[in-house]
């Protein structure tokens, strides 16, 4: 009987191992109407030392941000509103700590937070995304100068690129991208980078996977690299595969640059960001969904 019972589990675990390394679908799932939100967590800390001067500024921040399915394509993807519901944030420099809170009743009008503030509350870009998560079509819905950049960076964070094919647990895959970085007031040049991606596990239907970013490009000047110390970022995503959405992700860097403006000099950098599906979410209206 012993004998019996130990083939039998033998076999369920064969077949259960067999099962976690079938090839499945990565991807995104987008229903017009249908609004996901994160509560979302920032925290920045610096360590800086130019010559004999110290300082240790730090930002944190807590928001809740959501995006909006406009429209379903027929390729299964959609266009998609991008905002900010509600931001506290808390900057420390040179001895000073400003705070701000988009829910409090007066927050003045400090210049270090016009910005945001324009965009809280309002849908501030618009992005079609493919089921796979690639992003195109970028438009700002807020015209500020200097902007268009920043908000697109909010549209990326919500996504990160998967296979359009099956993989199975254990696969890695790359994505190469370019970052600017300026050699002087006139001059820019174009440093490669690499995002790196594994697909940890898969288990009660939610697919883990780690990622982290490479500078490629050598880069050997301290004035370069000061301007590339957040990149080198690695982090972790949550994918609800029935959903096709994002339930966590997290991104973290410690990182530190020496000799940069030609004198004794040190900064470092320490990076938390978090995100947290909320689900408080408005349901789909009827429409299309990618399957």
Avoid at 262 to 288: C, D, F, P, Y
Wanted: with cysteine; aromatic share 6%; charged share 25%.
């Amino acid at each position: 009987m012993s004998i019996r019972i130990t083939a039998c589990l033998f076999l369920a675990l064969c077949v259960a191992s067999a099962h976690s390394e079938d090839p499945v679908l990565l991807q995104y799932k987008f229903q017009e109407g249908q609004v996901v939100r994160y509560s979302v967590s920032d925290r920045d800390d610096y360590d800086i030392q130019v010559a004999q001067q110290k300082d240790a500024p730090f930002t944190d921040q807590k928001s809740v941000k959501q995006y909006r399915v406009v429209k379903v394509n027929d390729d299964g993807s959609a266009v998609l509103e991008v905002m900010f519901e509600s931001v506290k944030l808390t900057i420390r420099s040179a001895g000073e700590t400003k705070t701000l809170d988009t829910q409090a009743a007066a927050n003045g009008d400090d210049p270090v937070f016009s910005t945001l503030q324009e965009i809280v509350g309002k849908p501030h870009v618009q992005v079609t995304a493919a089921p796979n998560g690639q992003l195109s079509e970028v438009k700002p819905l807020v015209e500020r100068a200097g902007q268009p950049d920043e908000i697109s960076k909010n549209a990326l964070d919500a996504f990160i690129t998967l296979p359009s094919q099956p993989i199975a647990v254990g696969t890695a895959w790359r994505e190469d991208f370019n970052v600017p970085i300026r050699v002087n007031p006139k001059l820019s040049k174009a440093i490669k980078l690499q995002r790196r991606f594994y697909f940890q596990s898969l288990e009660d239907g939610k697919a883990t996977i780690t990622f982290e970013t490479k500078i490629l490009s050598p880069v050997n000047d301290p004035d370069d690299e000061i301007q590339l110390i957040q990149r080198p970022t690695r982090g972790r995503i949550v994918l609800d595969m029935n959903r096709g959405i994002v339930v966590e992700k997290t991104v973290s860097l410690d990182n530190t640059v020496t000799g940069f403006g030609g004198i004794a000099s040190s900064m470092t950098l320490k990076k938390l960001h978090q995100e947290v599906l909320l689900n408080t979410q408005v349901a789909a209206a009827e429409g299309r969904q990618a399957n």
